[in-house]
Structure formats: structure tokens, C-alpha cells
């Protein structure tokens, strides 16, 4: 059985006192979600010592947004996966659409980002999706499936067990738009046979996949009932504790 996960990403929000209040927030309602139902915060770099000291106790675990393409060395201003294990991550996201629309994330950078990450010991959620050009063309599903293929074609059935995939629409990421449960379905259901096709059925079977974009209490259950979607990657709506555990609640 797939683990089902809710993820927040923070993104470049809350100060640093706002976000461990943020995260004792989510703490302190985290033994509300079923035992069968991950919980992750992602907060900015700045926030994740404290932020890890704020989670200890609770199910909840800690991840970065990403990571640096390189272990160590003269790579000014970038923060390597040890120091993310150092201060108490279990994940981190990569290959947000964010990442590879605004700082220049090429399938090459993230396949080096996730060895890296994978050496560590931290488990990965990688994220793939479609731009409204792309989607509008009816290239989503190549585009989905080619991204998918460029970074885990060069990892293991092994190394899967430590990482997630999230299908993010970027027409769909803060804009208020979300996918509808069929969009969305359509899509995992399709990453799942890429998956089969690059590695195996157990893989697609055990790979959990989570739904990102605009995602919120009023939508999650819709989307969370899809029988390939097995959680979701929440942007705005987990900078609200009660919205972000309202969601976990969803399945
Ligand atoms: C995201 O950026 O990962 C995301 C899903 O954002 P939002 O929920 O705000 O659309």
C-alpha cells in the first residue's frame, strides 16, 4: 500500500518567528490526521533548525524546498544536502515549477540534486506539470511524461522507495484554478504507467504521487477520492494550520 502524504510548501513566506508558530501550529493538531497519513512542512532554509525543534514529538516531518546541485565547496549562496540533514530534514522538494521557471532548474541540475539528496538519506518529492500553453496544445501528458522520465530514468527501483512525485499544473499553482479531479486523475494515472514502463508494476503500484495547485479544504476530498491521487503538495493554503490540517483530513 502507497503512503499517502500531505505536503506544505511554504515557499518564501513567514518570517522566522511566524514560522514556528506556524509549524507548533501544526504540531499541536497533527495527531487529529489518521496514522496511515504523512504530514510535511516545508519552510524556508532560514526557518528549519527552529522549525524542526518546534515539529519534535509530532508525526509531522520536516523538508526543504531544494538543495544544491553540488555536496560542498565554492558555491556561494547555495545550501548542500548535508547541512539540510544537519538541521533535522527528512525531504526535500525538488524541481518545483518555480525553480524551473525563475532560477534556470534543468532536468540535468536535478538529477545530480537527486543523487545528492538520496545519498543523504532524504527522501525527495519531485515535481512535474504542465504549463497552460503546454495543456492547451494537448501536450500534457507528453509533457508529464517526459519530465518523469528525464530525472528517474537514471534511478533505481530501490531509490524510489524514498521518492514522491507531485503533478503541479503550473496554470494551476497560486492562480486559484485547480485541476479537476479528472484532470488531475488523468495525469497520475498516466505518470503511473510511465513508471511501470521505467521500472515495474510494483513501482507505479507503490509510488505515492500528490496533487499540487491551488489546492484547499473545499477541494481536497474531490481530488484525494481519485483512485491514482494519494495526497497533495499545498502551497498558500498550508500557511493557515486549520486549512492545512483540514486538508489532511480529506481522504
Ligand atoms: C505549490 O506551489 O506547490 C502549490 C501547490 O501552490 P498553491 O497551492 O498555492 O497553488
Redesign the pocket.
Known sequence: MRKKIVAG?W?MNTTRPDGIELAKAVAARAAEVPAGVGLIIAPPFTHLCGCGKALEGSKVELSAQNCADHAKGAYTGEISVDMLKAVGCQWT?LG???RRQYYGETDEKLVEKVKLALEAGLGVIL?VGENLAERKAGKHLAICASQTEAVLKNFTAEDMKKIVI?Y?PVW????GETATPAQAEEIHAHIRKVLAGLFNQAVADDTTILY?????PSNAKELFAQPDIDG???????LKADDFIQIALSF
Open positions: 510548501n515557499k522538494i518545483h515549477s518555480e515535481c507531485a503541479e494551476a499553482i497560486g492562480t499540487g495547485g491551488s489546492c484547499k497533495g503538495l499545498i502551497g498558500g493554503a498550508a
